[in-house]
């Protein structure tokens, strides 16, 4: 491991441990269902490309209104900036 790795991985281990709201994502985002049960849904999300974001794991059973498919791409927000409390707004054309 190269010097400049070693310090973002450092920066980015404060950062999650000291402030985890800076850490958060402050936006709604794209995501593609990866699994679909009655209720809920598994997603993946994406980066601004629309390739799996590797940073983040993917996140299951996420309640929804509607109805999605696997492959579907759909916006997610977070309650309050908390990873752990995701919500699917609707689906992206």
Do not use: H, Q, S, W
């Given at each position: 491991m190269d010097l400049y790795n070693l310090i973002v991985?450092?920066?980015?281990?404060f950062l999650k441990e000291k402030h985890p709201?800076?850490?958060s994502i402050h936006y709604?985002?794209?995501a593609v269902v990866t699994k679909s049960y009655?209720?809920?849904?598994?997603?993946?999300l994406?980066?601004?490309?629309?390739?799996?974001?590797d940073e983040y794991p993917e996140i299951p059973k996420v309640k929804v209104r509607n109805s999605y498919m696997v492959g579907?791409?759909?916006?997610v927000g977070f309650?309050?900036?908390?990873?752990?409390?995701?919500?699917v707004d609707g689906k992206v054309d």
């Open positions: 991985r450092t920066i980015r281990k709201d800076l850490y709604p985002v794209k009655e209720v809920f849904v598994d997603i993946r994406l980066d601004k490309y629309g390739k799996a974001n579907d791409v759909v916006r309650y309050y900036n908390d990873l752990g409390m995701p919500y």
